[in-house]
């Protein structure tokens, strides 16, 4: 279910993300003032050059907050994440496929990795400063989307909800490798609707936030717009001629453009009748803070 092809781990494509390319194509860059350093993979963790590269951006951007994409294992080596935490103003996302070895293990296909994920944020949660937090995310694909609650559970139980910032519920992107498996882990937005609504509805109020990641407002009930972000690029995803009458359209994330060529576009509605009040959210990313009950 990566976004990634498999050519990426291929030695040609790796060399833009050879520190000394990083370095002359990042240097001084100019950014928005909510732009974030990201660091997203494969996985960044394994990178040869990974911490030369992270205290680079540090000491470039010091006041950015470093955002670390990763599938977790490598925080189960303790040494490992001590080092990590020697980085002020930094966001861990780690991903969690099941609420259990076999269930994430199918997944990732990696014997082991369910454990060595759960003691990477054990070890997270226990060593990280005020200035460091983390999220945890879960990608909602044909394999996972039945198991979301049991997944939240076991997150809760297991690590304890409040220590978290946030649980990410992220859609999955058709692309890379999850689209050359789009028939094993593709999946319509209508399917996994009332098992989204179903987990906002029983889990929102025990975490500390629960965020809907890569959801169209129309694809998910008014009451969960709230929890809607908008965290795709702008090069990734597109309007519908029909949104164009949509009263959400300056509020909606836009649909993934390899969603519409594999699954269509007809579940796509847009919105006409609009009673309900909505407060604006804190920014682009967050558009919508609450809505009244009407
Ligand atoms: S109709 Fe288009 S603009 Fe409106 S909510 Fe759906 S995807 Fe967004």
Known sequence: MCTNSLSFQSEKESVPYAFKSIKQRWVRRAMGPEDVISFSGGEPTIHPEFFEIIHWFRAEYPKRTIVVVSNGRMFSYLQFTRNI???????????????????????????????????????????????????????????????????LSFVEKEFGAQKIRDIALIF??????????????????????????????DWSSSFRELRLLHF??????????????????????????????????????????????????????????????????????????SISRG
Request: glycine content about 6%.
């Open 216 to 289: 169209p407002l129309c694809t998910i009930p008014q009451i969960l717009w709230p929890y809607a972000w908008r965290t795709l690029r702008e090069e990734e995803v597109t309007f519908l001629s029909r949104c164009a009458s949509c009263l959400m359209k300056k509020y909606c994330l836009g649909i993934h453009k390899d969603y519409i060529s594999i699954m269509g576009k007809g579940e796509f509605k847009p919105v006409r009748n609009m009673k309900k009040k909505i407060e604006k959210g804190i920014s682009f990313y967050k558009p919508i803070k």
């Open 85 to 151: 935490l020697k980085i002020s103003n930094i966001l861990f996302e780690v991903a969690l496929h099941g609420y259990d070895e076999k269930s994430h293990d199918s997944v990732t296909r990696a014997p082991g990795s369910f454990r060595q994920t759960v003691q990477g944020i054990h070890h997270i949660l226990r060593h990280k400063k005020a200035s460091q937090e983390l999220e945890i995310r879960i990608v909602v694909t044909k394999l996972t989307y039945k198991h979301l609650g049991k997944i």
């Open 172 to 201: 999955i992107e058709m692309e890379g490798q999850a689209q050359d498996n789009a028939r094993v882990v593709g999946i319509s937005y209508e399917k996994v609707k009332k098992y989204i609504e179903s987990a906002v509805h």
